[in-house]
T-cell receptor, first 112, second 111 residues
Framework: DVKVTQSSRYLVKRTGEKVFLECVQD?????MFWYRQDPGLGLRLIYF???????EKGDIPEGYSVSREKKERFSLILESASTNQTSMYLC???????????FGSGTRLTVV | RKEVEQDPGPFNVPEGATVAFNCTYS??????FFWYRQDCRKEPKLLMS???SGNEDGRFTAQLNRASQYISLLIRDSKLSDSATYLC????????????FGGGTRVLVKP
């Protein structure tokens, strides 16, 4: 089975801190995605990547950046954390042309 | 208008009963369709793909109606373990491998 691992299950950070969320997949998938999930708003795409060193903005990229230096790793960066970035963050990966994603178990981030 | 819309529920279902719910999508160019299941505080997991002719996987039946732009999920003989949020997911050919998720329909199966 494909495994998508997110480095932390729970994180608490202070406003203004730079925050790194790490995601690693072990099945050589080309595509990787970062979503956030909030009650009443569902899953919203932040950024995605189809290849190493490649990134594209999703629907809500403001306040975030990403890095994909290696195929298996896709990092989400909150440049200066704010309280409205408190959320569940989900990483996903898929093969090129694949019909579904595999998700990591999520990181619940609280910004205080 | 949201690209993918679902009734948030909850659908309260007696154990052993049948429940069905729909999802509508706004873009007629949508190409691929899926149902994901998400348990409380867990990640979404692929339940099944939805094919044009409709398809079954055990107690679960998915159907696609392209003319009316909706997909449906029917659960027969509901089990307590079927309690979850069911996410409708759509892929636009033009969007490549990017999926669009509905807000989810919550199903609660009760004894």
């Amino acid at each position: 089975d494909v495994k998508v691992t997110q480095s932390s299950r729970y994180l608490v950070k202070r406003t203004g801190e730079k925050v790194f969320l790490e995601c690693v997949q072990d099945m050589d998938h080309e595509n990787m995605f970062w979503y956030r999930q909030d009650p009443g708003l569902g899953l919203r795409l932040i950024y995605f990547s189809y290849d190493v060193k490649m990134k594209e903005k999703g629907d809500i990229p403001e306040g975030y950046s990403v890095s994909r230096e290696k195929k298996e790793r896709f990092s989400l960066i909150l440049e200066s954390a704010s309280t409205n970035q408190t959320s569940m963050y989900l990483c996903a990966s898929s093969l090129q042309g694949a019909r579904g994603y595999t998700f990591g178990s999520g990181t619940r981030l609280t910004v205080v | 208008r949201k690209e993918v819309e679902q009734d948030p529920g909850p659908f309260n279902v007696p154990e052993g009963a049948t429940v069905a719910f729909n999802c509508t999508y706004s873009n007629s160019a949508s190409q691929s369709f899926f149902w994901y299941r998400q348990d409380c505080r867990k990640e979404p997991k692929l339940l099944m793909s939805v094919y044009s002719s409709g398809n079954e996987d055990g107690r679960f039946t998915a159907q696609l109606n392209r003319a009316s732009q909706y997909i449906s999920l029917l659960i027969r003989d509901s089990k307590l373990s079927d309690s979850a949020t069911y996410l409708c997911v759509v892929n636009l050919k033009a969007a490549g491998n990017k999926l669009t998720f509905g807000g989810g329909t919550r199903v609660l199966v009760k004894p």
